[in-house]
């Protein structure tokens, strides 16, 4: 194949001139967006002419280079000179084994370059236009070889048009009108790409920013051609997809806010700008530099869907697992899709049948320890190729968060010693009690949305085998919040430890202290009461021990707080908008009022378990004996609810720090207060909505009514 430099001068050599003339001079500046040649200086610049004829040089200390007594026509200005700096990022990106990136000078320059705008759009003016015979607003794409690395050409108002581009696009250079002096404003190379903290501990950022990249999840990747063989460039136009996020929007610093087709209230991502290295990754796709890239390898070739999208289906064996993985230099970002509509779904939420895991006498469910398995060997594939010391953030809804559970405590235990934490929403129980206990030093923060259903599911219910299971009760408790409305005891796998649930569990409970006024608080409540999230309003009725397989799956589908764009997503938005404030203003989590509120339905919860505790004691000891599985659930559950209220207490003086909302980000504040300039400009995350605000302190509250207990819901 042809270099650049030989392609151009054949096509120029094509139109020899009958009688060349020479003589001619070509002059030509390299500015910023604020009018600057600085930051292009000394940069090594190629120019061919008419003739096929080459003259090299330097950019001065105001970005300007000048040919003379060059042959008549236009000139074509490329810059071929590769980035042999030493800084780390650069370095490792150009030599890495798997698709090395072809990163030149210029290409580092324009991503130390900053917008004039902070919307990056392309400024209406240029202070350096006053020298100008021409002006014209490019990008690196534009001055260099090979640009499949590159972002996709920006749309922003302003940019040039492609009939000013010398031959086809992108391969042979800028072309130049002589005896003229050309300004180049070079368009910066930056990225957007989510703000996610990297330390251990738990933030408000990281639950709202990986609550979007779940969501994210159920998208199609989005690639056109989606399928190989690929003889064709590659594209991402289908928004809301994968590839459209992470290799199109965030490319060209465009604030992309839908990761749902249904989805039409905007929660925005707090996004960073950063140079576009260091952006969550995609990678290029390029037959001629990546022999993986070739069309002739068939369904063996490589391309970025295949590379960055989990998607197990068509196929006799398919788990219909879905997952996404991208990366820069500092994390590896996996998100796993929750449960679908397809059958193959269904069927894997249902399969609870209890397996060995990987090596150990720790038992989990059937089904989403298959999607984990696919899902482990495609993440062990990105790795292999792109691991280089990342901390590893993975995410995942629903049946996806049982996966994603399943399938870091497997990475977990690879030899390599990942640093990983892993968020889930709203996830059904996946191993049992020797898993949960061998899982420990996994980090994983566990959110509970107010009253969702599927938490509380264990699998064991859905198991076809009915006639394994112990008896299990519900009780539902009314005229307190509703999440505190359900408990459930003495369900047992006979063949077998329980499941059990792993990880800190973060509840989000609105509060409503009348029709008018409400508030919510995410806390760590230590009762099954709250635990063992199950319905919200009706106790789960059961037969033989074993809930009806059909009213149970028809529960948990339907029920409003289990999704995650109209439920998830804004209880985490209020959260961090919460606890944004709470940081502001030196306020603590939760004030005395919803303190009092919350303790006052524990109160009631609990008194009504030892009224309930003591009939049952009072009745012949046959009936007590076969009630006792019930009986100590609730005498447990009694010092539970203790627990939790002590647990509550110290929230309502504890006040909150800048690392509890936005965790190690902190350490950089003039670039954090950036980013949250960026996010609050948006008008609905000014937006006074009560669940994210601290309630006003109320003045004589009425008393919580009575309560009520569903016996009929006891078994």
């Known amino acids: 194949m042809k270099s650049m430099d030989e392609e151009l001068s054949s096509r120029l050599s094509s139109r020899v001139l009958a009688c060349p003339v020479q003589g001619k001079w070509t002059s030509f500046q390299l500015v910023d967006e604020f009018g ?62 798997h698709y090395p990136l072809q990163i030149t000078e210029l290409q580092v320059r324009a991503e130390q370059a900053r917008f004039l705008n902070p919307d990056a759009t392309r400024p209406i003016s240029n202070p350096a236009q006053a020298c100008a015979d021409e002006f014209v ?95 064709s460039t590659v594209s991402f136009p289908l928004q809301p997809s994968v590839g459209n996020w992470f290799g199109d929007a965030m490319a060209v610093s465009d604030e992309i806010w839908q990761v749902n087709s249904s989805q039409t209230k905007p929660y925005y991502p707090l996004y960073e700008d ?49 997952a996404f993985i991208t990366h820069n230099d500092e994390l590896i970002l996996i998100a796993v899709r929750g449960t679908s509509e397809n059958p193959p779904d269904a069927l894997r939420d249902a399969d609870a049948y209890q397996v060995p895991f990987q090596g150990t006498d720790s038992k989990v469910h059937r089904g989403f320890y298959g999607g984990a398995l696919k899902a482990y060997d495609f993440v062990l594939n990105y790795l292999d190729k792109f691991y280089a010391g990342q901390k590893l953030l993975i995410c995942g809804h ?48 566990r959110m509970v949305n107010h009253n969702d259903p599927v938490p509380s599911v264990p699998g064991t219910w859905m198991n076809t085998k009915a006639n394994v299971f112990g008896a299990g009760a519900a009780m539902t408790f009314v005229n307190v919040p509703l999440g505190l409305s359900v408990f459930v005891a003495g369900i047992t796998n006979w063949t077998g430890e329980p499941y059990e649930h792993h990880g800190a569990l973060l ?11 409400m508030s919510s608080i995410l806390w760590q409540p230590g009762c099954d ?109 009694i010092d539970r609810i203790k627990t939790t209220q002590a647990r509550l207490a110290p929230l309502s003086y504890q006040s909150i720090k800048q690392e509890d909302v936005y965790g190690v980000l902190c350490a950089q504040p003039e670039q954090l207060a950036q980013n949250l300039a960026r996010w609050q400009a948006h008008p609905q995350n000014q937006a006074p909505v009560q669940l994210a605000v601290a309630p006003q302190p109320g003045a004589n509250e009425r008393s919580i009514p009575p309560m009520t207990i569903d016996i009929d819901s006891i078994v």
């Open 507 to 517: 509840h989000f409970m609105p509060v409503r202290f009348n029709s008018q006024e």
């Open 274 to 322: 950063v140079p576009y290295s260091k952006r969550l990754e995609i990678v290029p796709f390029d037959p001629s530099l990546y022999d993986v890239n070739n069309p002739a390898l068939k369904s063996n070739q490589e391309h970025p869907a295949k590379v960055h999208f989990l998607n197990d289906i068509d196929r006799e064996d398919a788990t219909d697992t879905q």
């Open 137 to 231: 607003q490019i990008e690196v794409r534009h001055l260099v070889e090979h640009v499949s690395h590159l972002p996709p050409e920006s749309s922003c108002p302003g940019s040039t048009g492609r009939s000013t581009i010398m031959g086809e696009h992108g391969k042979l250079g800028f072309a130049l009108l002589p005896q003229q002096h050309t300004v180049l404003e070079v368009r910066p190379l930056r990225a957007l790409r989510p703000m996610l903290s990297t330390g251990p501990d738990f933030c408000a950022l990281n639950l709202y920013q990986l609550a979007l990249m779940s969501t994210l999840s159920y998208c199609p990747f989005g690639q056109e051609p989606e399928k190989a063989p690929i003889n």
């Open 398 to 445: 629903s049946l996806g968060g049982a996966v994603a559970l399943l399938l870091a405590e497997m990475l977990r235990r690879r030899s390599e010693n990942y640093t990983l934490q892993l968020y889930t929403y709203g996830a059904p129980r996946a191993g049992d009690a020797n898993f949960v206990k061998g899982a420990e030093p996994l980090v994983h923060y």
């Open 529 to 637: 009461v709250i635990n063992q999230h199950a319905a919200c309003t009706v106790a789960l009725q059961q037969q033989n021990g074993l809930p009806q397989r059909p009213s149970l799956l028809s529960q948990i589908f339907q029920a409003a707080d289990h999704f995650m764009a109209p439920a998830y997503i804004p209880a985490c938005w209020a959260t961090l908008r919460r606890w944004q404030q709470a940081s502001e203003s030196n306020l603590p989590l939760i004030t005395r009022r919803e303190l009092q509120f919350v303790e006052g339905a524990l109160n009631i919860v609990s008194e009504e378990m030892r009224r309930k505790r003591q009939d049952l004691m009072a009745r012949p000891d046959a009936y007590v004996r076969s009630q006792e599985k019930l009986i100590n659930a609730l005498e447990q559950e």
């Open 36 to 97: 600057s040649g600085e930051p292009y200086a000394g940069l090594v610049y190629t120019v061919i002419d008419s003739e096929g004829q080459k003259y090299s040089g330097y950019l001065d200390i105001t970005g300007t280079g000048k040919v003379t007594n060059h042959f008549a026509g236009p000139v074509a200005l490329v810059f071929h000179e590769k980035y042999e700096g030493t800084e780390q990022l650069y370095k490792d990106l150009r030599t890495r084994p």
